[in-house]
């Protein structure tokens, strides 16, 4: 109570009725002379008062303006820390999976990278990383996520390397079916890409296979190392070129929208058949 006493607008505000209440008492009196100056000074004392509150007005205004464009601020530089919080986060836990896996399989080089670009005229969804011969990767090196395999090495310069998809009939990669331990062939096909999924064929008229077998990589040919998770069955169907029975696998990965990998750069069964033919 004493603050608002001593408060600037008060002291304003009660010499104003003071003034006001003498001049209306003074106003009674017949005189036009008095009441002329009456009606002036209250006409200024209205006037004083009236743009004494609106520079109160604009001050307090200005002051929350600038409140608010600091709010914003700082609410912008919170939502950039979240961002690279939730990105860092799931880069760890994409790495930690790696250290996993290369913990399972001590002979593994893994290099984690960035997809840097996409061919957009290439229906089964080839992608390029962000490392290459200068890194250690050569052609055929397999390609995974931490949820399997969803490619190999193409082609690779100095800072860069592309990678075929295993929704591509260029990939050949041997597999197993975890369950049932029935082989084929993983290949990509041009019917089947777009839904994001592949084919294992080559597999025996008399195959075991059911929908929901995970199928895994196989570890014969030298390319890729075994027990790369693949993706699980589908269904089981026909290949629709040559009649020959095959099963549509659905990768643990959406390869079609993938944002990072890693090149397995060296396993201990790496090039084991070309050594083998070379002897």
Avoid at 76 to 105: F, G, I, P
Avoid at 137 to 155: A, F, K, M, S
Avoid at 182 to 190: P, R, T
Wanted: charged share 25%; with cysteine; hydrophobic share 35%.
């Amino acid at each position: 109570m004493k603050g608002f006493l001593h408060n600037k607008n008060f002291k304003t505000l009660l010499i104003t009725l003071v003034i006001l209440v003498v001049m209306s008492v003074l106003s009674l009196v017949d005189n036009s002379v008095v009441s002329s100056a009456v009606n002036g000074i209250t006409k200024g004392l209205f006037q004083v008062s009236a743009s004494a509150t609106a520079s109160t007005d604009t001050v307090s205004y200005d002051d929350l303006k600038k409140e608010n464009e600091e709010l914003k601020k700082e609410n912008a530089e919170l939502r950039s820390q979240l961002v690279d919080y939730y990105e860092t986060k799931s880069e760890n836990d994409r790495l930690w999976k790696y250290y996993d896996l290369k913990k399972e399989n001590p002979s593994y080089k893994i290099l984690p990278a960035s997809v840097i670009r996409r061919d957009a005229n290439d229906d089964f969804y080839s992608f390029t990383l962000d490392i290459g011969s200068s890194n250690g990767v050569e052609l055929n090196d397999p390609v995974i996520t931490e949820n399997g395999l969803v490619g190999w090495v193409c082609r690779t310069d100095a800072g860069t390397c592309k990678v075929k998809t295993i929704l591509s009939p260029d990939t050949r990669a041997g597999a197993i079916d975890k369950k049932t331990g029935d082989l084929g062939i993983v290949s990509g096909s041009a019917e089947y890409s777009d839904q994001n999924l592949t084919c294992l064929t080559k597999i025996a008229e008399d195959n075991k296979i059911k929908e929901g077998d995970i199928i895994v990589t196989s570890g014969t040919g030298g390319v890729y190392p075994g027990n790369l998770v693949i993706g699980e069955v589908k269904e089981l169907s026909f290949n629709s070129y040559d009649t020959t029975r095959c099963a549509i696998i659905e990768p643990y990965e959406d390869i079609r929208t993938v944002t990072a990998a890693a090149v397995i750069t060296d396993f201990e069964t790496k090039g084991e058949v070309k050594q083998s033919n070379e002897d």
